[in-house]
Structure formats: structure tokens, C-alpha cells
């Protein structure tokens, strides 16, 4: 038989913790071990709950919503989505402008597909969401990562991005808030990555998918809002938001100036039409639910889940000798940082080995969002306080011991 391999285009793609560290888990989980998950960004899984009448709509509107709707999603879809691209100040988006997917996901890839011939360059942030580099790789293009750097905040290093732009440079992808660390820029970093594009002409991908998660009464500038004079591709979604990742539910918006991407556009039009349409009954909650935030809204309050277990994940980290963790301000993820040579730590992969054969806890190594450095993993923080307190505390003692040895 003819042996079909990997593309040799994904050689450089990392994809979270598939591979030896899911098989070991899933190894261990058939044998009964009692394996504890900070690893999926997946709310259903701990007990998180899309609201009540966001699922009734949807269930109101199955008989209806039975057909291929026009490849880009329902007016109704649309037109909510139109509003709140002007309530976030974003500006220049008709109904036209708007593309609903299966989740950003799909988006992500169409965009990039739409975008880029061989050798391409795409400018991405490391730590990154390994998507983005996996999509601009599988277009045939080059991912550039920028450093994102922990001692300011996490922010973009702007003179990194400056240095990376190249004559093929063709875009700049900004995730805010950021997955895997939890950071939610301020308008001044926002403003100078703005400039860049602008200097090169460069278009702007805004992954804003956490917009809704944001912390401590901060408030979420959109990227496309600072760039009326730029195109900007604006991504979002209710999988995180209305904690309905199951129903794979997201929008694409072309914002801004677009005289001079007639092309593109075209391009984006046809993959569209080519997957006919996104799932319509996921189509039909999106004005519903972007006209109802208060359920996720009291999460965010102190007395909230995702409030609290910020707080907690965070302390308790920070007090494990040889770890620290800058605060995060949304989402719902954090990224510590390890002292590699307190520990003797030289291969990260091996280091979430290690943590999930001896502390039976899964974690993603920092390699897994092309992070160059061994020196950190991320958290997811949905669990409850009392698995985020008993996995601390595993955490604990197993970095009390350990010394890595290859
Ligand atoms: N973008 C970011 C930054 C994410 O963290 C995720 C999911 O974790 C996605 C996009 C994809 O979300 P979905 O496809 O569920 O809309």
C-alpha cells in the first residue's frame, strides 16, 4: 500500500500537547489514573454552561434553520454582528463585510488561505495560538513570530516587530487578549503596532475572541478601531463568551479601508462560497447573545468563577519556590515562568512529561505556542477553586523535587 505521510509543510508547526504527552495521558487515563486537565480552553468541560435561553433559541429555531443559508451567514447573524462592530468602534463594516464561521477556527484558515502565495511572511506573536502559525504554514506562507515580552506585561516588543518586517511581509496578526497568556494591550501598544502597518502597508488580523472576557473593569480597545485608514480583519466568536465552544460559532469582519484589496477580497468571497455555508443554527444565537452579556459578565465580578480562580491560580503559583506569573487581565489563561536552572530544566516537553507522570497533572509546554525558550507552560484556569487548589498543591510538591535528567 502507498504510505501517506505529513506534509512536510507542518514540519515546523507545533499543535498544543498532541502527540507523546496526550498519548501518555490518555495512557493513563484508560489505566484509571485520575489525571487533572489544565490544558483544555473548552468551558463545558468544567461545569461552565452556555446560558439557558441562548440554547432555547437555538432549539426555537432548528426547524428553521434546516437549510444552506447564504455562504457568508444569515442577515439577522449579520446584522447583529454589523452593530456590535460599531458599539467596539470598528469602523467601515456593512453586512457585506461580515463572514460567520465554524468558529474562528475555520476563519483563521480561510484568511490566511485567501492571503498568501509561497514564501509570504506573516507576522505572529510568540507565545502564539499555534493555529495562526499552522494556517499561515499550511498557505504556503511564513510565520515570523515577534516576541511578546513578559517583563513589560506581556506586551508586544514593538522593536521586534519593527525588525521582522521584511518586503513580504504581508500582515500582522495581534492576539488581544492573549491566549496563552492572559494579557489585554493598552491603546498606546495597540497605536504602535498600527503605525508599523501602516509604514508597510501591512494588513492587520485582529484575533479578539477573548474581547468579552476582560478583567478587572478594563476595557478591550478593538485593533481595527485605532486603523480607519488600514484594512483590518477583525475575528471573534461566542465559544469563550456565551461558553458555547461546541456549537462552533464565529465571525470574520473586514474593516476599515479596502480600496486596495479588491483582490483579496474576491479571494475570501470564494473560499466562502466554497464551503456553502457555517452551521445555521449556531448562526441564529449570535444576535441573541450578543445583545445578553450579563451572564458572563457576573464571572468576571468579584464573587464570579472566572474572577476568583484568576486570583487563586495566580497566588498559588506565584508561592511555589521557582515559579512566578505575571497577573492576567482576561481570558482565561496563564503562562508561568520556570527557573530552568533551579531545575535543571533543558527540554519542556520532557518537563510536562515528567508533571504528568509523577503529579497526574496535563499541562501545555510553552514549545507548544512556539515559545523558544523551555522556561514556560500555561495554565488553563476553569477549573474550580478546589481542583486549582489541589493541583497547586501537587505542583508544589513536585517542583520541591525536581531535577531534570534527559
Ligand atoms: N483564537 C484564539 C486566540 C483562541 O484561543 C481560540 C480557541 O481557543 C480560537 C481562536 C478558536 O476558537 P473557536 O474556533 O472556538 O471560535
Redesign the pocket.
Known sequence: MREYEKSHKLDHVCYDIRGPIMDEAQKMIRGGEDILKLNI?NPAYFGFRCPDHIVDHMARCLPDTEGYSDSKGKVSAREAIVKYCAEKGIPNVDIDDVYTG?????L?TLSMQGLLNDGDEVLLPSPD?P?WTASVTLAGGKAVHYVCDEESSWFPDIEDIRKKVTEKTKGIVV?NP??PTGALYPREVLEQIVEIAREHELILFA?E??DRLVLDGKEHIALASLAPDLMTVS?N?I??SHLA?GY???WMCLAGNKTHCKGYIEGLNLLSAMRLCSNVPAQSIIAPALESRADTEALLQPGGRIYEQRNCVHKLLNDIPGLSAVKPEA?FYIFPKMDVKKFNIVDDELFALDLLKQAKILITHGAGFHWGKPDHFRVVYLPDESMLTTACERMGRFFSRYHQSA
Open positions: 480552553g465554524n468558529g474562528v477556527s475555520e483563521i495560538y493555529l492576539i492573549n491566549n484575533d475572541i477573548y475575528l466568536g465559544s469563550k465552544a462552533r460559532c464565529g481570558a
